[in-house]
């Protein structure tokens, strides 16, 4: 923990946020500063595909459903744009079901809200340190 | 000359002037011919004043036949007073009122002072044409010469006046035969005109003899046609009972020939055998005594074909009024199918009655005038009254409700007066003590007379009541359903803030337990807890408006500001069916007096319905339009436009119905109580099929609707959620 705190902020890896919600896109980048990580919020997919972050994006944490283009909407095109991104989706949705059918679309987690932080940790370490 | 040589040369002088004068009075008569004798007269009387010199000279003419006497009187005018003609005549009838004959031929006159001479000369031989007096004022006249010229002015006048009274005569004869030609003529024309008139007035009374045969011809042959052509059997029978007439009809009823039964008893054709006997009983008793029983009378009885099948008639029986023997005309009718009609009548009075019965409607009439009532069957059993019972109002009332007799009476009085129709519902109560709803209509007939039915509707109230339960669960479970869809995104909603309530605190701890604390960063994030967590109590307050147990309130509200809750509610269930929602409410839109909560769970089922309708569309947009607008009439319309599968047309009378759905979830309850709420408030609900894909559904309610009252709905009210519990 001590160590990434003393990490300067430009080695620091980026991790999008993309979520309609206010609430979310204020209370993340905290959390994620907290643990490390830079990060930058936007309030649509289309928002972000517009913006010049995809290729510095380490991580996406990716709402499902948003006005517009949704998350796994978003997922398909990256896809087919061959600009994988690592994705740990979140959602207010109560339908468990929709868990692993993302994470067999290649997801790398989905998060129902409201989620602990030491979820999301967890989530990221599977991103970030996949051999922990 | 040498004849007369003692004469001297005066008298040769007169002499010379007296044959001239002569030969003026011969010439005379050439001069009157073809005169009338008063021409004679005044010529002479001329010609004899010049010549004579006279003073006086008259001429009277006696009266012969066929004429007028005359009198010519004149004087000279040399002469100072003389004596009036008239005087003069008077004077001279003196002289010669006596016989003619015996007239002196010279006379001296006595009127004046007698140096008047005065001549009178005879007219015709014996003076009997008339008399001339000359009269002149010397004593010398008349003198030889003078005397010479007045009697050959008599002869002359004499043969004149002759010959024009002559002419004078022919003319009158011939004008009296030409009068008696014309009277004559005008005679003959009158007779022969009188024959005329005889002639004309024969043939009149010819023709009108004609017409009159013509007539009675024509009036027998109609006769004829009438009996040949009557629909009714005419049969004329002798006074032994034989058959002396058989019109075509009768021919065509008993299937005879006229020739067939002339002659014959009548008993023996058309009665049947079985009736026989007595009909010959009754003939002869009336041959007998006089006594009759049917004639001129409408009987009904048997008869019998040529075929011998029998058959129903109605008979009438006159005597014919002939001198003689007594005969008789019987009129037969065949009633086969009159009497068919009477039980068909008899039997649908039945079956209307049993229909009466059986949808418990009574039918009257009520003659205003009289106050006469009648009443079906049906109509004493529904009031409980006696079938024998004599029918007044008053007694009608003893079986109104108490508490609607004053509407009854009203009803009455009302109908009495205005002569409308009438439509009331009333509440009886019977002896027994039953409460009967019944419904009455009645129209108005000839402007005298209602005609009505009653009908019993207390079942149909209580089904009605049964109905109207039935309704309200249907919109508790529409309720529970939506409710249960809604739990998802419910929760969506408050998911949401609880996940930044999270994540801060989280974040807020995690800077806490740093070294050194990140204060200002804890502060943050803890101030971001609050506000988060003060956004999810707001969620959790919208639902408890939506469905906290509360009775159903009119108020003024804000329809976009209800709108605009009900589409916070929905925006996550909205969203995650990728459903784009666009609003346009109106600026300008007035406040409605409503049902608040009501009117969201229309709106909320609208946006639903919509959302559904939308979920299998993955080739277009999936737009969503909400839009409030003021309606006409002081209304305001909200509507709901899907880009959604819309329905097919023959479904649209169906949509509204409780169960009907086009979707293979859900219960389909939705529009139907969302309708019935929305006619609640007076207010219209329909959908239209969009020019594009998709429908809109639109209400449109009136801002201030009449009568509506916290107690309207409440009767009807949907129960609260937690009713159901």
Same mark, same amino acid.
């Given at each position: ?132 | ?496 803030? #609880? $996940?930044?309530?999270?994540? /801060?605190?989280? @974040?807020?701890?995690?800077? =806490? %337990?740093? *070294?050194? !604390?990140? &204060? ?50 929905? #925006? $996550?269930?909205?969203?995650? /069916?990728?459903? @784009?929602?666009?609003?346009? =409410? %109106?600026? *300008?839109? !007035?406040? &409605? ?133």
């Amino acid at each position: 923990m001590v160590l990434r705190q003393e990490r300067r902020a430009a080695e620091r890896l980026l991790v999008s946020v993309i979520d309609d919600d206010e609430s979310v896109r204020e209370s993340l980048p905290d959390l994620l500063g907290e643990f490390g990580f830079a990060a930058r919020t936007f309030s649509s997919a289309e928002e972000f595909l517009a913006s010049d972050c995809i290729d510095q994006t380490r991580c996406l944490i990716l709402d499902i459903a948003m006005p517009g283009m949704s998350g796994p909407d978003l997922q398909r095109k990256l896809k087919l744009r061959e600009q994988e991104i690592p994705i740990i989706f979140i959602t207010a949705s109560t339908d468990k079901a929709v868990r692993p059918q993302l994470i067999e679309r290649g997801a790398v987690e989905c998060l129902f809200k409201p989620f602990s932080d030491t979820a999301m940790l967890e989530a990221l370490n599977s991103v970030f340190h996949p051999t922990q | 000359m040498e004849v007369l040589p003692e004469l001297a040369t005066g008298d040769v002088k007169h002499l010379q002037r007296c044959i001239n004068d002569l030969v003026s009075l011969l010439a005379l008569p050439a001069v009157w011919s073809g005169g009338d004798p008063s021409q004679v007269l005044h010529t002479l009387m001329d010609a004899l004043m010049r010549m004579l010199r006279l003073d006086l000279i008259s001429v009277r003419l006696t009266n012969s036949v066929g004429e007028t006497p005359l009198e010519i009187v004149r004087s000279a005018e040399r002469r100072g007073p003389m004596p009036s003609a008239h005087e003069i005549c008077e004077a001279l009838n003196q002289c010669l009122i006596n016989d003619s004959r015996k007239w002196p031929p010279l006379l001296r006159s006595l009127m004046g002072n007698g140096d008047v001479s005065i001549v009178l000369l005879p007219l015709g031989l014996q003076g009997e044409l008339g008399v001339i007096v000359a009269a002149a004022e010397r004593a010398d006249f008349p003198q030889q010469t003078e005397a010479l010229l007045l009697s050959v002015a008599a002869n002359q006048a004499s043969i004149g006046l002759q010959e024009a009274r002559l002419l004078s005569h022919q003319k009158r004869v011939a004008s009296e035969l030409d009068q008696r030609v014309v009277q004559r003529t005008a005679e003959l024309a009158a007779a022969n005109q009188e024959l005329k008139k005889e002639l004309d007035e024969r043939r009149l009374i010819e023709e009108k003899l004609g017409q009159e045969e013509r007539e009675l011809k024509r009036s027998e042959v109609r006769k004829a046609a009438i009996v040949d052509s009557a629909l009714d059997c005419i049969v004329t029978i002798d006074h032994e009972g034989r058959i002396t007439e058989f019109n075509p009809a009768a021919e065509h009823t008993f299937g005879y020939r006229r020739d067939e039964v002339l002659g014959r008893h009548l008993a023996d054709v058309i009665i049947p055998p079985s009736l026989r006997e007595k009909h010959r009983e009754g003939f002869a008793h009336y041959l007998a005594t006089g006594e009759a029983r049917v004639l001129g009378k409408r009987l009904e009885m048997t008869a019998v074909r040529a075929n011998g099948s029998e058959f129903p008639v109605e008979l009438a029986i006159t005597r014919i009024p002939l001198e003689g023997p007594p005969s008789f005309t019987g009129y037969l009718r065949d009633i086969t199918e009159r009497k068919r009609a009477r039980q068909e009548l008899l039997r649908s009075e039945a079956f209307l009655a049993e229909a009466q019965h059986l949808s418990r409607i009574g039918s009257f009439s009520w003659r205003i005038q009289t106050d006469e009532i009648t009443w079906s069957e049906q109509l004493y059993r529904i009031f409980q009254i006696d079938r024998d019972a004599q029918l007044t109002f008053e007694l009608i009332g003893t079986r109104i409700h108490p508490e609607d007799l004053s509407i009854f009476q009203e009803h009455i009085g009302r109908s009495r007066r205005e002569r409308s129709d009438v439509q009331i519902e009333l509440r009886l109560q019977l002896p027994d003590g039953a409460v009967k709803y019944v419904h009455v209509a009645a129209h108005i007939r000839g402007g005298h007379e209602y005609i009505g039915a009653v009908q019993d509707v207390t079942e149909r109230r209580s089904s009605e009541e049964a109905l109207s339960k039935a309704r309200s669960e249907l919109a508790h479970v529409a309720r529970v359903t939506s409710l249960g869809v809604l739990t998802a995104s419910v929760a969506h909603e408050v998911n949401q803030p #609880l $996940s930044g309530i999270v994540t /801060n605190a989280s @974040t807020c701890l995690r800077m =806490l %337990a740093a *070294d050194p !604390p990140n &204060v200002d960063g804890a502060r943050e994030t803890a101030r971001r807890t609050i506000r988060d967590g003060n956004r999810a109590s707001e969620v959790v307050t919208r639902l408890r408006a939506l469905y906290a147990k509360k009775d159903p309130t009119i108020e003024s509200m804000d329809l976009n500001e209800a709108t605009r809750e009900v589409i916070a509610l929905s #925006l $996550s269930d909205l969203q995650r /069916n990728r459903v @784009t929602l666009r609003q346009e =409410l %109106a600026d *300008d839109l !007035p406040v &409605v007096t409503a049902d608040r909560v009501q009117l969201q769970q229309v709106i909320l089922n609208l946006l639903r319905n919509a959302s559904e309708a939308m979920s299998v569309v993955d080739d277009r947009p999936r737009d969503l339009l909400i839009r409030t607008e003021p309606d006409e009439n002081d209304r305001v319309r909200l509507s709901v436009r899907d880009a959604g599968i819309g329905f097919e047309p023959q479904a649209a009378g169906k949509l509204f119905e409780a169960f009907y759905t086009t979707k293979n979830e859900g219960m389909g309850i939705g529009l139907s109580v969302s309708r019935s709420i929305i006619e609640r408030h007076h207010g219209r609900l329909w959908a239209s099929p969009n020019d594009g894909p998709g429908v809109t559904f639109s209400f449109s309610i009136p801002c201030k609707p009449e009568g509506l009252t916290s107690d309207d709905t409440h009767a009807s009210r949907i129960p609260s959620v937690s009713d159901a519990a």
